[in-house]
């Protein structure tokens, strides 16, 4: 039995599934790295992610910053 990389065993889920392969890989990938990062090494032709794929939305989550806003120093 030939050893499929694990970024082509999610591939094959994905497929299976229809969904994203980001999401098909074990928690050690999506624990580690960032979405964006992880899309980038599949290169699919087009892509099926939905937006709540890609993460969180809310603005505090992706600004630092206003994490901290109401915290008095």
């Not at 892509?47 to 120093?73: H, K, L, R």
Request: aromatic share 14%.
């Amino acid at each position: 039995m030939p050893f499929d990389s694990p970024l082509e065993a999610a591939r094959k889920r994905a497929r299976e599934l229809g969904g994203c392969p980001v999401w098909a890989l074990e928690d050690f990938y999506t624990d580690h790295w960032d979405f964006e990062t992880l899309c980038s090494d599949f290169g699919c032709e087009e892509c099926v992610a939905d937006p709540e794929d890609m993460g969180p939305t809310e603005p505090w989550a992706t600004d630092a910053a206003a994490q901290f806003a109401d915290i008095p120093f």
